[in-house]
């Protein structure tokens, strides 16, 4: 695959991801769902614990959902939505794939903060 191509495949999801998070309730629903994986909220829910009218809801989870961000599945009359933490991985990987040049003491801090969130689970040695 041509490398250009590849970067702005990569180049434009990072826009879209980026662009759909700039908003406040976006924002909010995104970082609400990562922190309910892999349960997942159905859509009617999320309006009611972030106080957003449900029709304005809908909207926020469709642009959420153009940019990659959340998918929807349906489980009877509702749509249970999930954050696409595939998707925001790639994004992340994208932002900060040369960070260090070489310096690998410039990401430690960096890494530092983010492993807390999901201490990586040991391995038996048999």
Same mark, same amino acid.
């Given at each position: 695959?041509?490398? *250009? ?9 990072? !826009? %879209?991801? @980026?662009?759909?998070?700039? +908003?406040? &309730? ?8 990562? *922190? ?9 829910? !999320? %309006?009611? @614990?972030?106080?957003?009218? +449900?029709? &304005? ?70």
């Amino acid at each position: 695959m041509n490398i *250009g191509k590849t970067r702005y495949m990569e180049s434009s999801l990072a !826009i %879209a991801c @980026l662009s759909a998070l700039a +908003q406040p &309730t976006r924002l909010e629903t995104f970082r609400l769902l990562v *922190g309910r994986e892999p349960d997942g909220i159905p859509a009617g829910e !999320i %309006a009611r @614990l972030l106080e957003v009218p +449900q029709n &304005t809801m809908s909207t926020h989870l469709a642009v959420l959902a153009r940019a990659g961000l959340v998918r929807g599945d349906r489980q009877s009359r509702s749509i249970v939505y999930h954050a696409d933490l595939e998707c925001f991985r790639k994004v992340m990987l994208f932002l900060v794939k040369d960070c260090c040049n070489g310096a690998p003491d410039l990401c430690e801090p960096l890494l530092a903060d983010l492993l807390p969130c999901c201490p990586a689970k040991e391995t038996s040695r048999v």
